[in-house]
């Protein structure tokens, strides 16, 4: 039998597995909910700024019967926050959010200090994988980078940058590669740590926000500086990227990302994805608001439908609320374990 971290590694290659695996990565994609958080009797906020507490909610997120990975962190602050964003740690029940913006225009991006992965909550992520990597169990870890285009609107108002992008192209584009750059040494750092797998998520770098031509401009090459870069360094490094919302009217630019798997919302047909993206292990997406709201058979349904459109890893399409039950959590992975057809044939490895 696979261990977790077998199947999913031939699963982001496409290779032959007994059914596809079943994870949900953190960072974006937040793993923990409120009954995650009782069984292990660690609470948001004081997870997010200390290492033993984050690897622990990580671990009981799997060891509960959610999912088949350890993921940090929970948020996507961590990174702006150590550029000189100011941030809100938040509560229970909800993540932590950017307060307070650094610059004001692309072109203040000189100003920007580079990320320093031994301070802050940077460290805290860093010695939370090695931490978890400490267990030596067969349990993939994953380590997460708020995507490029994400972390530059969070380092300033969203709303400018966008018209940036058009107005000041040449501090709009030396400003990505600043940003590249420091979302790079942060993963090189997670994968020094231990990470198995890297997902970067940039809901904010969505062709419906950006457009087909800004998006092949800006998200495509930024995300690749950072995926190959990874690459390069560890070779063996899965790599993710899910980007939010409707993304039909970019799969040509989006199949030139330089990623194993991608991950796609809710309101994306995996089947027309997996048509148009060939090359690609195709990732999700069951609902989070089924997940937070339905029952545990309806999520069932929504499973099974998703491994029929060709998920080759099955995942919340989002993240999750943090009142999303544990039995409906829980749904997906029994749901896999007992009940979709298998195995799951090889496209190429």
Request: with cysteine; aromatic share 6%.
């Amino acid at each position: 039998m696979l261990s977790e971290k077998q199947r999913l590694r031939l699963a982001l290659r496409r290779g032959e597995v007994d059914r596809p695996p079943c994870i949900c990565p953190g960072g974006m994609m937040n793993m923990v909910t409120h009954g995650v958080m009782q069984a292990a009797n660690v609470f948001w906020p004081a997870a997010h700024t200390d290492p033993g507490l984050m690897a622990a909610l990580s671990a009981a997120a799997h060891d509960t019967g959610c999912f088949e990975n350890y993921g940090v962190p929970f948020c996507m602050t961590v990174e702006v926050e150590n550029m000189g964003a100011k941030v809100d740690l938040g509560d229970a029940v909800h993540e932590p959010r950017v307060s307070g913006y650094v610059i004001e225009s692309v072109s203040d991006w000189k100003r920007l200090p580079p990320m320093d992965c031994a301070r802050g909550r940077a460290a805290v992520v860093l010695e939370a994988i090695r931490l978890l990597k400490a267990r030596g169990s067969g349990v993939p870890i994953t380590g997460n980078l708020t995507g490029p285009v994400s972390t530059a609107s969070s380092l300033m108002e969203p709303t400018v940058f966008y018209k940036e992008l058009r107005k000041k192209k040449q501090d709009a584009h030396d400003f990505m590669d600043f940003v590249s750059e420091q979302l790079l040494a942060f993963g090189l750092e997670q994968l020094k740590a231990g990470a198995d797998v890297i997902t970067i998520s940039d809901p904010s770098g969505t062709g419906e926000i950006l457009g087909p031509a800004l998006f092949a401009e800006y998200a495509v090459p930024a995300l690749n500086k950072i995926t190959r870069g990874l690459r390069g360094a560890f070779p063996d490094a899965g790599l993710i990227v899910h980007i939010c919302g409707q993304m039909r009217s970019v799969f040509k630019p989006l199949a030139g990302v330089d990623c194993q798997a991608l991950s796609f919302d809710a309101e994306v047909s995996l089947r027309e994805a997996k048509k148009n993206l060939p090359g690609k292990a195709i990732m999700g997406n069951v609902s989070t608001f089924a997940l937070e709201f339905a029952e545990p058979d309806k999520i069932a349904a929504m499973t099974k439908l998703c491994v029929e459109n060709g998920a080759d890893i099955v995942s919340p399409a989002c993240g999750m609320g943090t009142g999303s039950p544990l039995p409906n959590v829980q749904a997906i992975l029994e749901t896999l374990k007992t009940a979709v057809p298998i195995p799951i044939k090889a496209e190429a490895v």
